[in-house]
Nanobody, 118 residues
Framework: QVQLVESGGGLVQTGGPLRLSCAASGRTFSNYRVGWFRQASGKEREFVAHISGNAAITYYADSVKGRFTISRDNAKNTVYLQMNTLKPEDTAVYYC???????????WGQGTQVTVIS
């Protein structure tokens, strides 16, 4: 079972870039579909982006399409989320997770905080 740790969050100004990393441990990392999610204060967790095991397929929420890019480096056991032209509404805790039998993994980590100021 793969284990994930998010990093790269921080405080940025509107319009700025930020790159998040999702580091995984596991010999079969390339077999897993990985998704990024976020949860803003007072709101439910929402889907952000998804990438297939071989990176051939990606999918984005409409709210981030054209601004965010999900990628992966299986040799480094890492999935990335490049966020550009950030907006205050992007402020949230960002989580990554793997798709397992039964759906997205149930054990959500601590995530990484992204705060975008006007």
């Amino acid at each position: 079972q793969v284990q994930l740790v998010e990093s790269g969050g921080g405080l940025v100004q509107t319009g700025g870039p930020l790159r998040l990393s999702c580091a995984a441990s596991g010999r079969t990392f390339s077999n897993y579909r990985v998704g990024w999610f976020r949860q803003a204060s007072g709101k439910e967790r929402e889907f952000v982006a998804h990438i297939s095991g071989n990176a051939a397929i990606t999918y984005y929420a409409d709210s981030v399409k054209g601004r965010f890019t999900i990628s992966r480096d299986n040799a480094k056991n890492t999935v990335y989320l490049q966020m550009n032209t950030l907006k205050p509404e992007d402020t949230a805790v960002y989580y990554c997770n793997t798709f397992l039998p039964g759906g997205w993994g149930p054990n959500w980590g601590q995530g990484t905080q992204v705060t975008v100021i006007s």
